[in-house]
């Protein structure tokens, strides 16, 4: 419902406070003061727009450092806006991850009107806002182009009744994450302050900005305390279980007790008896090796062969040869008959190492050996049948392999049967002082050295993320206790203490360079405006052009200059016409390239 002009007088902010539980200012317009009223001496004639901009901005401040869920303080900034803002309709909106509204809201906000606000967004402009960073003006909706007719719909603009527009960005890390939106009937009194309360509403957009990103922070918080204090609570009542009770699962060379761990042996203990295919997904450095050793040890096959091969070690080539054999004279070299791993492993287990990067045409082959337990040896025509267990095991994300056909999915379904998710280090923390202590000692067993590690020393492990999990702990202490002068190791001598871990910067340059640093792209209004003291953006009329596509001094798709729309098009190519794929080419956010496609009117290809 439009905001009638409220008359000086009218009604005092006690008054207001009962309308509904909200506070409404009761702040006068510049052209609601009638002429019996003239302006008080001394002040300027900006004077009173100027206070009632500061007290409304203080009135929202308080709004938003009240402790209250963040649908309803955007819901009550929208409320307030109202008693000193013309407008008919606000809306706050806040995208997610995927670029879609996730929060939307207006006044009189409760839990489940997000729809009925969403459908009252132009989508058009909004994406414009998104795109370009820059807030929208736009004095007549129906003259201008970025609205489309279903935006003008949304917005009820018609020729018997013109509508005013203006949208602002809501910045969080120069990112943008949403929107502030306001419509209002036009009127001659409201086109003279369009521009001003598009500043303030940029100003306001601001402190929504920073409030958001607060409310995000505890949130991240809070979900990162709870998961602890559930990990912290499984481990209390695993200690609290009586101990005949608690299953004693051993394996050569794998040591801890921590709850993600003894799961991990159960279901070892539990696979063993079958002849089912495993695969061992988890990161590289959690001991993959280790457990399907563990898990052959624990079968019925434990008396026969466990064969291992590392299929990223060697070429496609040699990599046949080494598993299905081959007859004298087959090639080059070869002077004699050999088998492969699958012979030698009959009746036993044969491990198979970073399967996820054997070529595609060497998958078609371990596939039918897979299948039928058959194969015939490089050079020769005879066909040889073995019985053997297959336990594969990759770093790889096999799905995404799958999806973008560098995995065959038939392979991926023969050997993904059993699929076992092995821990990192850092779910399993209670296990790094054991670890550590068994790396020590055999550090001094092999060197001749007696040293021990102090309480201060297991508190820096503790404290360590390890990316590379169990292998990078061994590492960290090999290193250290070559480089220790004393007789025992304290903190002091680890080198992340003096800022000189090698593996720490490593594992801080590769997420640095992962992380996506969104531009804003400008844009040049089509008319200007004075911007005032407060403002920290200029206003974009509609219409205005994408100046570029990318961030300055980025190589985009070839050293060459080319048009904005060509930029595009050779990104969307080099990238397979797989929009998420070019937007990080050029530098943009995924709604950003949408937008840049719909404005150069480019046909996406579909393959």
């Given at each position: 419902?439009q905001?009638?002009?409220r008359q000086p007088?009218?009604g005092?902010r006690?008054d207001?406070?009962?309308?509904?539980?909200?506070?409404?200012l009761d702040?006068p317009?510049s052209?609601?003061?009638s002429?019996?009223q003239?302006?008080p001496e001394?002040k300027?004639?900006?004077e009173p727009?100027?206070e009632?901009?500061l007290?409304?901005?203080f009135e929202?401040?308080?709004?938003l450092?009240a402790p209250?869920?963040?649908e309803?303080?955007?819901?009550?900034v929208?409320?307030?806006?109202q008693?000193?803002?013309q407008?008919?309709h606000g809306?706050?909106s806040l995208?997610?991850e995927d670029?879609?509204p996730?929060?939307?809201v207006?006044a009189?906000w409760n839990?489940g009107?997000?729809?009925r606000?969403?459908?009252?967004?132009?989508?058009n402009?909004i994406d414009q806002?998104i795109?370009?960073?820059?807030?929208?003006?736009a004095?007549?909706?129906?003259a201008?182009?970025v609205?489309?007719?279903?935006d003008?719909e949304v917005?009820g603009a018609?020729?018997?009744?013109?509508?005013s527009f203006?949208g602002?960005?809501i910045?969080i890390d120069?990112?943008?994450e949403?929107t502030?939106t306001?419509d209002?009937i036009r009127?001659?009194?409201?086109?003279?302050r369009?521009?001003?309360d598009?500043?303030?509403?940029a100003?306001?957009?601001n402190l929504?900005?920073q409030?958001?990103?607060?409310?995000?922070?505890f949130a991240?918080?809070?979900?990162?305390?709870m998961?602890?204090?559930?990990?912290?609570?499984k481990e209390v009542?695993?200690l609290?279980q009586?101990s005949r009770?608690?299953k004693?699962?051993?394996?050569?060379?794998?040591?801890g007790?921590?709850?993600a761990?003894?799961?991990?042996?159960?279901?070892?203990?539990v696979?063993a008896r079958s002849?089912?295919?495993?695969?061992?997904?988890?990161?590289?450095?959690?001991g993959?090796?280790?457990v399907a050793?563990?898990i052959?040890?624990?079968s019925?096959?434990?008396?026969r062969?466990f064969?291992?091969?590392?299929?990223a070690?060697?070429p496609e080539?040699?990599l046949?040869?080494?598993?299905?054999g081959h007859?004298k004279?087959?090639?080059t070299?070869?002077f004699?008959?050999?088998k492969?791993r699958f012979e030698l492993a009959?009746?036993?287990?044969l491990?198979l190492d970073?399967?996820g990067e054997?070529?595609?045409?060497?998958?078609a082959?371990?596939?039918?050996?897979?299948?039928?337990?058959?194969?015939?040896?490089?050079?020769?025509n005879?066909t040889?049948?073995v019985d053997?267990?297959?336990i594969?095991?990759t770093?790889?994300?096999?799905e995404?392999?799958v999806a973008?056909?560098e995995?065959?999915?038939?392979l991926?379904?023969?050997?993904?049967v059993?699929?076992l998710?092995l821990?990192?280090?850092?779910?399993?923390?209670?296990?790094i002082p054991p670890?550590a202590r068994?790396?020590?000692?055999n550090?001094?067993?092999e060197?001749g050295r007696t040293?021990t590690?102090?309480?201060?020393?297991?508190?820096?492990?503790?404290?360590?993320?390890?990316?590379g999990?169990?292998?990078e702990?061994e590492?960290c202490?090999?290193?250290?206790?070559t480089?220790?002068a004393g007789?025992?190791i304290?903190?002091?001598?680890?080198?992340?203490c003096?800022g000189?871990?090698l593996?720490?910067?490593l594992?801080?340059s590769?997420?640095?360079?992962?992380?996506?640093q969104p531009?804003p792209?400008?844009?040049?209004?089509?008319?200007?405006i004075?911007?005032l003291?407060?403002a920290?953006?200029?206003v974009q009329?509609?219409?205005d052009?994408?100046?570029?596509l990318?961030p300055?001094?980025?190589?985009l798709?070839?050293?060459?200059?080319m048009?904005?729309?060509?930029?595009?098009?050779?990104?969307m190519?080099?990238?397979?016409?797989?929009?998420a794929?070019?937007?990080?080419l050029?530098g943009l956010?995924?709604?950003?390239?949408?937008?840049?496609l719909r404005?150069?009117?480019?046909?996406?290809?579909r393959?």
């Amino acid at each position: 419902m439009q905001n009638e002009a409220r008359q000086p007088g009218q009604g005092t902010r006690e008054d207001d406070q009962d309308n509904g539980g909200r506070l409404m200012l009761d702040i006068p317009f510049s052209h609601e003061r009638s002429a019996s009223q003239p302006e008080p001496e001394g002040k300027p004639p900006g004077e009173p727009l100027r206070e009632s901009a500061l007290t409304g901005i203080f009135e929202i401040s308080k709004i938003l450092a009240a402790p209250c869920r963040l649908e309803v303080t955007l819901a009550n900034v929208v409320g307030l806006l109202q008693s000193f803002v013309q407008m008919r309709h606000g809306i706050v909106s806040l995208f997610g991850e995927d670029g879609m509204p996730d929060i939307t809201v207006g006044a009189g906000w409760n839990e489940g009107s997000d729809e009925r606000y969403r459908m009252r967004l132009p989508r058009n402009a909004i994406d414009q806002i998104i795109a370009t960073d820059r807030p929208l003006v736009a004095e007549n909706v129906a003259a201008e182009p970025v609205f489309s007719a279903a935006d003008r719909e949304v917005l009820g603009a018609s020729d018997n009744m013109p509508v005013s527009f203006i949208g602002v960005p809501i910045r969080i890390d120069r990112k943008v994450e949403g929107t502030l939106t306001v419509d209002r009937i036009r009127d001659d009194r409201s086109s003279l302050r369009l521009e001003y309360d598009a500043r303030l509403l940029a100003m306001i957009a601001n402190l929504v900005g920073q409030t958001v990103k607060l409310h995000r922070l505890f949130a991240c918080d809070r979900e990162r305390l709870m998961a602890e204090k559930d990990r912290l609570q499984k481990e209390v009542l695993e200690l609290r279980q009586p101990s005949r009770e608690r299953k004693k699962l051993h394996a050569h060379g794998i040591i801890g007790d921590s709850p993600a761990l003894r799961g991990l042996l159960e279901k070892i203990a539990v696979v063993a008896r079958s002849n089912s295919t495993v695969l061992l997904r988890g990161e590289s450095g959690t001991g993959k090796e280790l457990v399907a050793k563990a898990i052959h040890e624990s079968s019925s096959r434990a008396k026969r062969p466990f064969v291992k091969l590392n299929c990223a070690a060697l070429p496609e080539t040699v990599l046949e040869s080494e598993l299905f054999g081959h007859e004298k004279g087959a090639f080059t070299g070869a002077f004699s008959s050999r088998k492969g791993r699958f012979e030698l492993a009959d009746k036993g287990t044969l491990f198979l190492d970073e399967i996820g990067e054997i070529s595609a045409p060497f998958q078609a082959k371990l596939l039918r050996v897979l299948q039928e337990q058959e194969f015939e040896r490089v050079g020769s025509n005879q066909t040889i049948k073995v019985d053997v267990r297959v336990i594969a095991a990759t770093n790889k994300n096999l799905e995404e392999a799958v999806a973008r056909s560098e995995f065959r999915a038939d392979l991926y379904y023969r050997i993904s049967v059993v699929p076992l998710l092995l821990p990192p280090l850092r779910e399993r923390r209670s296990d790094i002082p054991p670890l550590a202590r068994e790396f020590l000692r055999n550090f001094n067993n092999e060197n001749g050295r007696t040293l021990t590690l102090e309480p201060s020393a297991i508190d820096v492990l503790m404290n360590c993320g390890f990316p590379g999990n169990v292998r990078e702990l061994e590492n960290c202490i090999e290193r250290t206790a070559t480089l220790c002068a004393g007789s025992s190791i304290v903190r002091s001598d680890f080198a992340c203490c003096h800022g000189q871990c090698l593996s720490a910067m490593l594992w801080k340059s590769t997420s640095d360079e992962r992380k996506e640093q969104p531009v804003p792209m400008p844009a040049v209004p089509a008319k200007p405006i004075i911007p005032l003291a407060e403002a920290s953006q200029p206003v974009q009329s509609v219409g205005d052009e994408l100046a570029s596509l990318g961030p300055p001094g980025t190589v985009l798709v070839s050293g060459a200059k080319m048009a904005d729309r060509e930029r595009v098009v050779a990104a969307m190519e080099k990238s397979g016409w797989v929009q998420a794929k070019a937007a990080r080419l050029l530098g943009l956010t995924p709604r950003q390239i949408g937008y840049a496609l719909r404005k150069y009117g480019i046909e996406i290809k579909r393959f």
